[in-house]
């Protein structure tokens, strides 16, 4: 099994500024994901971080507006930059462990509110 | 990824059978059932998954019908504490994305 954390576990942040949230696994993942939470919905997939090169981001999700990073199999971060109320939300990370990727492993979340 | 479709919630009673269907009727081949659950306030947790064979484990039961159309998780006796959220995703093995629906709400009740 793996163990994923993410820092921080929650923040208040202030319209226009960025928050960088980090996830750290402590074994090796094939893949790392990172997903939004808006309250009360479902999980929505935001990129696949990729290890060394540009993440790839899903549908409606931008990496200018979330820019990604994964420097090592086990650590990446995800920034919500120049934010707005409407990305208050959880933020989840989650990896597939190498070296069998059938079962993916999710961090606590990271729970932000944009005033 | 197949597009699978199950109830909104569900109620149980503490000690009893929960039995969480869900539908995947544009399945394909190469795809899992993947069952994940999400309690109040943790990220999601994987439960179980299978192909076509039904599949056991310490959490839970899986039971896939022979067309692959359906399937029913079954916690054997359930608790407070499976009070949750369930997601039933078709999807590749390998490392593939997992891309969650909106899953059944399960009430387990004293």
């Known amino acids: 099994s793996a163990v994923i954390s993410q820092k921080p576990s929650r923040d208040i942040c202030q319209r226009g500024t960025s928050l960088t949230i980090q996830c750290q696994v402590d074994s090796q993942v094939t893949m790392m994901f990172w997903y939004r939470q808006q309250p009360g919905q479902s999980l929505t997939l935001i990129a696949t971080a990729n290890q060394g090169s540009e993440a790839t981001y899903e549908s409606g999700f931008v990496i200018d507006k979330f820019p990604i990073s994964r420097p090592n199999l086990t650590f990446s971060t995800l920034t919500v930059s120049n934010m707005s109320p409407e990305d208050s939300s959880i933020y989840l990370c989650s990896g597939l462990l190498a070296p069998s990727t059938d079962t993916q492993y999710f961090g606590p979340g990271t729970r932000l509110t944009v005033l | 990824d197949a597009k699978t479709t199950q109830p909104t919630s569900m109620d149980c009673a503490e000690g009893r059978a929960a039995n969480l269907p869900c539908n995947h009727s544009t399945i394909s081949g190469n795809e899992y059932v993947y069952w994940y659950r999400q309690i109040h306030s943790q990220g999601p947790q994987y439960i179980i998954h299978g192909l076509k064979n039904n599949e056991t484990n310490e959490m839970a039961s899986l039971i896939i019908t022979e067309d692959r159309k359906s399937s029913t998780l079954i916690l054997p006796h359930a608790t407070l504490r499976d009070t949750a959220v369930y997601y039933c995703?078709?999807?590749?093995?390998?490392?593939?994305?997992?891309?969650f629906g909106a899953g059944t709400r399960l009430f387990v009740k004293a």
């Open positions: 995703i078709a999807a590749r093995t390998g490392g593939f994305k997992t891309i």
